[in-house]
């Protein structure tokens, strides 16, 4: 399966700010998610994130907060806009594992933001 | 609304119990069962299951799936303090579904 580079690992940000988290994928892939996990739920899925096309946000997501970048297929950021403290939380990428989605995904190693 | 139920949502065990973690789900169209384990950020798979009945194993851990009832197990058996972390269960597929996870704490 693929190794993703998820960065930064963890960061401390003021209100109104943003952040911008970045993934390496160490092989082309079609397709990559992003997920989020605040403090004791699972993940949500924010968005999938295909090159060359804009990036299909999930139900309660929208690109304005969380404007997602593709711009080749081993590559993704996700921008975390005018954070608040309900915005703390994991942020991780994915890959769908070999043989695709039904076999799971690969994560990113995550990011622990934390908006004061 | 396809969903996946986990239970217990935490649990504590001493050094060489064994526990079992529950998964239920509802879904329209089954495609797969995961289990990830979570340690710190990153969840790490852990199993696939596709077809009842038939036990995956790696290691102390093992997994089997009941598509009649709708559940899946996941087994540990003779648990070590590594074994320490958030299970997660998850319907596959292009937008997985995951549970809530069990957060499993092992004494030594």
């Known amino acids: 399966s693929a190794v993703i580079s998820q960065k930064p690992s963890r960061d401390i940000c003021q209100r109104g700010t943003s952040l911008t988290i970045q993934c390496q994928v160490d092989?082309?892939?079609?397709?990559m998610f992003w997920y989020r996990q605040q403090p004791g739920q699972s993940l949500t899925l924010i968005a999938t994130?295909?090159?060359?096309?804009?990036?299909?946000?999930e139900s309660g997501f929208v690109i304005d907060k969380f404007p997602i970048s593709r711009p080749n297929l081993t590559f993704s950021t996700l921008t975390v806009s005018n954070m608040s403290p309900e915005d703390s939380s994991i942020y991780l990428c994915?890959?769908?594992?070999?043989?695709?989605?039904?076999?799971?995904?690969?994560f990113g190693s995550g990011t622990r933001l934390t908006v004061v | 609304e396809d969903k996946v139920v986990q239970s217990p949502l935490s649990l504590v065990v001493h050094e060489g119990d064994t526990v079992t973690l529950n998964c239920s789900y509802e879904v329209t169209n089954f495609r797969s069962l995961l289990w990830y384990k979570q340690e710190k950020k990153a969840p790490t798979f852990l199993f696939m299951l596709?077809?009842?009945?038939i036990e995956k194993k790696s290691g102390r851990l093992s997994s089997i799936l009941d598509k009649k009832e709708l559940f899946s197990i996941l087994n540990i058996t003779a648990t070590q303090t590594g074994d320490s972390a958030v299970y997660l269960c998850a319907l596959g597929g292009f937008k997985t579904i995951f549970g809530a996870g069990t957060r499993l704490f092992v004494k030594a």
């Open positions: 994915s890959v769908p594992r070999t043989g695709g989605a039904d076999y799971g995904y690969t």
């Open positions: 994130a295909n090159q060359g096309s804009e990036a299909t946000y």
């Open positions: 596709t077809s009842s009945g």
């Open positions: 092989s082309q892939v079609t397709m």
